[in-house]
Structures are given as C-alpha cells and as structure tokens.
C-alpha cells in the first residue's frame, strides 16, 4: 500500500504506543519512519532519562524541537510517519509547524497507559508516582492533543497492527 500523503504524525500521552504502531504503519504504508526520542537521543549522544539529569527538561525540550523540525524538514521531500515524544506537540512551534502535517492522536486510558509504560524504559516525567503524575499531565495535554488532532484513535483494545491498518483505511478513505 502507498499514498499521497506526505506526513502522518503520531501525538498521544507516553504509553499511547506512538513507537510501536508508528513503525507498523510505515510498515503497512511503505514509507518511513522516524521515532522523535529516538533522534534526541542519537543527537544527544545519551538516553533521555540522563538528559534530563545532566541538563535538564528545557534543554531536552530544545532538542526535542530540533528534531521534530528536522523530522518535518526529511518529511517534505519523503513521506514519512513520525512518532513525537509525548510533549512534543505543547511546544508552540513544533504545534505551529504541525500544520504541515497530518496529525493522529493516539488516545488511551490511563489504566492501559499506566501498565505499558510499567513495562517500558524509564520515563523522567513519570518516575515519582507514574499514575498521579500521567493522569495530571494527560489532563493538561489533551486539549492540546485535541486540538492538533486531524483524527482521534482509541487504541485500548486495539493490537499495534489493528491500530495502524485503522489508521491507514482513515487515509485512504481520506483521499478518496
Ligand atoms: C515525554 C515523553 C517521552 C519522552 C520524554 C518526555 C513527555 O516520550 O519524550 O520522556 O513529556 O511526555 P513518549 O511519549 O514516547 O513516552
């Protein structure tokens, strides 16, 4: 399967499986795929949990954005599906620039959010008390989220591969 579609990007609250369905779907898409935390780290030469130790949330932030633009930057000349790390999209610029995007948010309850992130690599913004501290930041971010969203999949009961074919039939239905 191909597609018009030059950007498909991924938003949701860590635990939303952004990563994982993201590579599916540029699987089943036959496009790219870049994972933003991924280049943050590659850029930093470090994972994020030490970013954030050594230098700090605002520095991490500023990478962040780099690589989002850099992301959106290969995206215009190679279609691509992007994963943004889950705070990503509050910065106002990375929100600005995702116009150029079409933009899935990955929607999720905090009870399945809660137990794959359980089971993930360390999130800084969620080790002192992981449910408290997701349930205050998805309250924050999904208006955001929301408000970005050219459209909302809930993935709770959804396998990775179901959740990326159910993206890819919304695009190409999109293009019909
Ligand atoms: C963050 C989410 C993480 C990572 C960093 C900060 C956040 O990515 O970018 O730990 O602010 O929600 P995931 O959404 O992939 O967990």
């Known amino acids: 399967m ?13 635990g939303a499986g952004k990563t994982t369905i993201g590579r ?8 790219d795929f870049i994972d933003t935390d991924e280049a ?12 954030f ?8 932030r500023v990478l ?5 633009a850099d992301a959106l930057a290969r ?9 943004l790390g889950g705070g990503a999209p509050l910065d106002p610029i990375t929100a600005a620039e995702l116009e150029s995007a079409t933009v ?32 205050e930041l998805m309250a924050k971010r999904r208006p955001v989220y929301e408000g970005l969203a050219d459209a909302i999949v809930q993935v709770d009961d959804l396998t990775p591969d179901d959740a990326a ?7 190409t239905e999109g293009e019909r």
């Open 104 to 135: 899935v948010f990955l929607d999720v309850s905090d009870a399945v959010a809660i137990r794959r992130v359980g089971l993930d690599s360390p999130r800084p913004l969620l080790a002192a008390s992981p449910r408290r501290a997701w349930r």
């Open 2 to 14: 191909n597609t018009q579609l030059s950007t498909l990007a991924l938003i949701g609250p860590p």
């Open 53 to 60: 130790v050594d230098q700090g949330e605002d520095a991490f």
């Open 64 to 68: 962040e954005r780099r690589a989002v």
């Open 165 to 171: 074919g159910r993206i890819a039939a919304l695009l």
């Open 24 to 31: 599916r779907l540029a699987g089943l898409l036959e496009i």
């Open 75 to 83: 995206a215009r000349s190679t279609p691509m599906v992007l994963a």
């Open 40 to 51: 943050v780290v590659a850029a930093a030469g470090q994972p994020i949990a030490e970013i």
